[in-house]
């Protein structure tokens, strides 16, 4: 594997995706504030740019789930970025892969150096289970020892790449909260334009409008998030998977490891 491959690169950096993807948004919702009239209904639905509006443009709930999804979007960036990289691993080829290949104890060494700057506590799924996996056979010369410590990191590593959601999914559900938030807002601005003696419909429909319009666009953007959320982690839960099946495949079925009488012999 060279140095300049995609496996060998270092992961991307989430500060760096999160400032391009807010800039992103931010052109996006200018461009939008230009394009779609002041007042009318896409303006009012999408970008809540119109007179009724309670909030000082461009600071409107719309607004504020887009960049939130935009922050949502760029965590799972990075880890769609590192699904991509774990799966590169998999073409690195660090083990024999044809159907006659054996494994001898002292060509683990020459292995485990290839794979062993290759990972950290986060990245590198094979290089790792590689490198856990030949220092226990070079240890403890037992299979069963090292199919144990080989299935006990998948559950450890599994649960790690979940807990690498959460904050995703959090996200997930804070977009929603905040359309009910303006839903409320709105609400209670309309209600505020009921006089029994006059009421101006058009200010208490135009409340109405955005608290509804609030709460769409949020909900909206959330389907959108969780949807991206599920292929992203679906694919690096896949790359887990694919790097244990190697090691076992691969590592595990091919290691040769003569009995105490065969060595004496």
Not at 64 to 93: C, M, N, P, S
Request: net charge neutral.
């Amino acid at each position: 594997m060279k140095p300049g491959s995609e496996a060998a690169s270092r992961p991307p950096s989430y500060l760096r995706a999160l400032l391009v993807a807010l800039g992103i948004a931010m052109v996006l919702i200018a461009i939008a504030s230009v394009a779609l009239p002041f007042g009318s209904g896409p303006a009012a639905l999408l970008l809540d740019h119109q007179p009724y509006s309670v909030f000082p443009y461009p600071i409107t709930i719309q607004n504020l789930t887009y960049l939130i999804l935009a922050a949502g979007l760029a965590d799972l960036y990075v880890r769609w970025q590192v699904a991509r990289r774990e799966q590169a691993f998999l073409r690195a080829k660090f083990l024999p892969e044809d159907a006659t290949s054996v494994l001898q104890l002292h060509e683990l060494g020459a292995i485990r150096r290839k794979v062993t700057d290759l990972y950290d506590g986060d990245h590198g799924f094979l290089p790792y289970l590689i490198d856990i996996t030949i220092i226990q056979l070079q240890t403890s010369r037992s299979v069963d020892q090292a199919v144990a410590i080989l299935t006990n990191s998948l559950d450890l590593m599994s649960h790690r790449v979940d807990m690498r959601y959460q904050m995703v999914r959090y996200t997930a559900w804070l977009i929603p909260t905040i359309g009910f938030i303006g839903t409320i807002i709105g609400i209670a601005v309309a209600l505020e334009f009921i006089n029994p003696q006059k009421i101006d419909l058009a200010k208490v429909t135009g409340g109405l409008s955005v608290s509804f319009y609030t709460t769409l666009v949020a909900l909206l953007v959330s389907v959108i998030l969780v949807f991206v959320q599920h292929i992203v982690q679906k694919q690096e839960e896949i790359a887990l998977n694919e790097a244990g099946q190697y090691c076992l495949k691969n590592l595990i079925n091919r290691i040769y490891i003569p009995h105490k009488e065969d060595a004496a012999s």
